[in-house]
Nanobody, 125 residues
Framework: QAQLVESGGGLVQAGGSLRLSCAAS????????MGWFRQAPGKEREFVTAISWRGGNTIYADSVKGRFTISRDNAKNTVYLQMNSLKPEDTAVYYCAADSRRLIPTATPGQYNYWGQGTQVTVSS
């Protein structure tokens, strides 16, 4: 069974940094566009960032642009989310997702057909 597993979440002070990893297992995700989404309690899941299958094209939500960076290492079948200058409003469960049907990134959750279980990120003030 193909799976995505997130790691690297935790508690961090406002202004600090954290790096999330998403490792694929069961099959290679090299040819899939990959994305990160997040969901805070009582809120809908929202788009954070996404990357094309070779990593040459990235898109970001306005709320994280300039602070977060997505990257991927296809040799390791892993995608990363580097989060800098974290704010309390970044607190959420972060999910990685894969889109097996296209090579370019999108911000639409419905386009992704593989999802991880999520990792908690908590930013204290």
């Amino acid at each position: 069974q193909a799976q995505l597993v997130e790691s690297g979440g935790g508690l961090v002070q406002a202004g600090g940094s954290l790096r999330l990893s998403c490792a694929a297992s069961g099959r290679t995700f090299t040819n899939y566009a990959m994305g990160w989404f997040r969901q805070a309690p009582g809120k809908e899941r929202e788009f954070v960032t996404a990357i094309s299958w070779r990593g040459g094209n990235t898109i970001y939500a306005d709320s994280v642009k300039g602070r977060f960076t997505i990257s991927r290492d296809n040799a390791k079948n892993t995608v990363y989310l580097q989060m800098n200058s974290l704010k309390p409003e970044d607190t959420a469960v972060y999910y990685c997702a894969a889109d097996s049907r296209r090579l370019i990134p999108t911000a639409t959750p419905g386009q992704y057909n593989y999802w991880g279980q999520g990792t908690q990120v908590t930013v204290s003030s």
